[in-house]
């Protein structure tokens, strides 16, 4: 079976700090995505950020990294200079390249303080 | 014109009343899906449509029906809901070309009150 596991409820960061949102994932399979996404209060889900399980570097999308440690099975999320917008629930998800069925983690809510 | 477009936005209905949610992408996505969020709990699967297809029913009660009738629209059909039914109802739909993440696209969702 697949889960993820997101273990912070939530974070405060201040603003132009960095902040490290963890992910950890389960699966037996060996060809896998994992994905994070932004859900601010308007309850839009946002893709962010991509990493697929043969990739050897770590996804950037402009502020957003993902430090994916395959031995370990995360993939944490890193957002630097954080940003009064990023305020918003987070959350990590997988699918398995061989579904259409995405797994979800219970999310991280992140709150940035001037 | 965003991606994928959930109608209503907000809904309120009593446990007798049948009602329905819509969902509608531009994307020219082939698969399509709906997931339940409540507070606190992961988003819960509930139904995946490919090529109008359903394969996967996440053992949703009978109560929520879905309909695809073509690749772009996708129905969510609500009948003699629990209060425990309300919920953010959000729609997505993916597209798996070679060489791409194949993220999901969600819809803005449907915030559903059952009294």
């Known amino acids: 079976a697949q889960k993820i596991t997101q273990t912070q409820p939530g974070m405060f960061v201040q603003e132009k700090e960095a902040v490290t949102l963890d992910c950890t994932y389960d699966?037996?399979?060996?060809?896998?995505?994992l994905f994070w996404y932004k859900q601010p209060s308007s309850g839009e889900m946002i893709f962010l950020i991509y990493q697929g399980s043969y990739d050897e570097q770590n996804a950037t999308e402009g502020r957003y990294s993902l430090n994916f440690q395959k031995a370990r099975k995360s993939a944490n999320l890193v957002i630097s200079a954080s940003q009064l917008g990023d305020s918003a629930m987070y959350f990590c998800a997988m699918r398995l390249n061989t579904g259409n069925q995405f797994y979800f983690g219970t999310g991280t809510s992140l709150t940035v303080i001037p | 014109e965003t991606g994928v477009t959930q109608t209503p936005r907000h809904l309120v209905m009593g446990m007798t009343n049948k009602k329905s949610l819509k969902c509608e992408q531009h994307l020219g996505h082939n698969a399509m899906y709906w997931y339940k969020q409540s507070a606190k709990k992961p988003l819960e699967l509930m139904f995946v449509y490919n090529f109008k297809e359903q394969t996967e029913n996440n053992s949703v009660p009978s109560r929520f029906s879905p309909e695809c009738p073509n690749s772009s629209h996708l129905f969510l059909h609500l009948h003699t809901l629990q209060p425990e039914d309300s919920a953010l109802y959000l729609c997505?739909?993916?597209?798996?070309?070679?060489?791409?993440?194949?993220?999901?696209?969600f819809g803005e969702g449907s915030r559903l009150t059952v009294l």
């Open positions: 699966t037996s399979d060996q060809s896998y995505g």
């Open positions: 997505a739909s993916s597209v798996r070309l070679a060489g791409d993440a194949g993220e999901l696209f």
